[in-house]
């Protein structure tokens, strides 16, 4: 259905900033729910963050008040503006949509598909 690739990644100092971006195809960023993960090496996808389809957002605690997610609907794009980098932040990050459910009392995303991933280095 939908295609996602990111791009943005890098490598920056503690500290720095980056912009990373998801280009969606296939289908629109406004018809699904949107988010960020990221994965450390031998560990678990974890989320970073949301966007619902009512604009609604949400952050992981790690990356609350330094990370803003966003996105342009005419453009089919999904972006992650990170702030104050630290090295904790290394990972490889993904974008992903899906669709919202009900799960125990609580509206969450079902992500279902996912970009290839774009690596973000944070040196101090």
């Known amino acids: 259905e939908v295609q996602l690739v990111e791009s943005g990644g890098g490598s920056v100092q503690a500290g720095g900033s980056l912009t990373l971006s998801c280009e969606a195809s296939?289908?629109?960023?406004?018809?699904?729910?949107m988010g960020w993960y990221r994965q450390f090496p031998g560990k678990e996808r974890e989320g970073v963050a949301r966007?619902?389809?009512?604009?609604?957002?949400r952050y992981g605690d790690s990356v609350k008040g330094r990370f803003t997610i966003s996105q342009d609907n005419a453009k089919n794009t999904l972006s992650l503006q990170m702030n104050s980098l630290n090295t904790d932040d290394t990972a490889v990050y993904y974008c992903a949509a899906g669709r919202l459910r009900a799960d125990g009392g609580r509206i969450v995303c079902a992500f279902r598909f996912w970009g290839q991933g774009t690596q973000v280095t944070v040196s101090s």
């Open positions: 296939g289908d629109t960023v406004s018809g699904h729910c």
């Open positions: 966007i619902d389809t009512d604009g609604s957002t």
